[in-house]
């Protein structure tokens, strides 16, 4: 294999595939990247044996072949060379290194064999349709923060998809949730996503997803199986393959309250920079927020018996209309669903039940995501 590429895409393309890359592996292949040269074109290929990316960049092919180098390695060495610089990888094939050239610069890179690099096939994917990259950055921004990250609760490591109907219309439904908070997100269905009857996708691939939908302002090709999805990009120039979450998602619609009539409506930037304050007399995360409410009322109160306590007053762009209430909730889980209610000026809804009741958040006039939050005893 001998290739000259440019530094800008070559950087951009290993960006992308050594983010996959388990850092802390026993198999070192699996830290490797493959370079393969055909067609006119570099392919770049990476996986963990649950996730593989293939990115194909433009380059000058002189010879082809392939080989498969330290991913992490390779990439920084790019990451260092000058802007602009034009960079030669030649293999000449067998155990030999991999030499790289970029003007005056030269390194060789020990390489491993092409043929112990596990092939991820996606296999036959039967359900295929189309997600705008904003309707998929907006679907993953909203429901991620409520991933669970305890391993022992597999099935809740991961965004929950499948094909429904809400209020009559079907649509295509992201549900998140740790047991403590839930965000459920929907889109209108696609074509050809109306078999998904569920999917539970990884928070890693999550993540890489996200990311490469940040690049690109295409609409991104979806292929789901029972057991892999796959995210295309660019016209093909960009493949990600995953497996799922073998594992069955909870039924969440049983903890979403149904019968919660007290609401509070407040500009969702002053309630959140009233929560932030009240928050900062402890440096403990876990630590609740009190919600005191009276009609067109709202008092925030957080202690610490290390700190002291705090609290504040909101009267002015709120409403309440019922009896008095009080109800705890974590500051943190508080501004990661506020966070998700776009526009400064937007109007955030909570619906009670009582102080022991999980309720309902919402962004005002937007029923296309929803939020539960479990209470705090305070």
Known sequence: ???????????????????????RNTIPILANVLLRAKDGALDLTATDMEIAVVERVPASIARNGATTVPAATLYEIVRKLPEGASIELDHPGGDAQLALRAGRFATSINCLPVEDFPVMAEGTLPHRFQLSALSLRTMIDRTRFAISTEETRYYLNGIYLHATESDGAKVLRAVATDGHRLARVEEKLP???????????????VLEV???????SEPVEIGMSETKIAFSFDGGRIKLVSKLIDGTFPDYERVIPKDNDKMLRVNKKEFADAVDRVAAISSERSRPVKL????????????????GQASEEMADHLSYESGPLEIGFQARYL??????????????????????MPTIVRQEGDASAL?????MRV
């Open 335 to 356: 501004r990661d669903i506020t966070d998700q209610i776009a526009g400064e000026d937007t109007n955030v809804e909570f619906m009670f039940a009582d102080g022991t």
């Open 292 to 307: 005191s409410l009276g009609r067109n009322l709202l008092t925030l109160s957080a202690a610490s018996p290390e700190m």
């Open 1 to 23: 294999m001998k290739i000259v590429a440019e530094r800008p895409v070559l950087l951009r393309a290993l960006a992308h595939v050594q983010s996959v890359v388990e850092r």
């Open 191 to 205: 074509e050809g996503a109306g078999g998904i009857q569920g999917a539970i996708v990884p928070r890693k691939t």
């Open 210 to 216: 996200r990311k490469l939908a940040d690049e690109t």
């Open 371 to 375: 939020y539960v939050l479990m209470p």
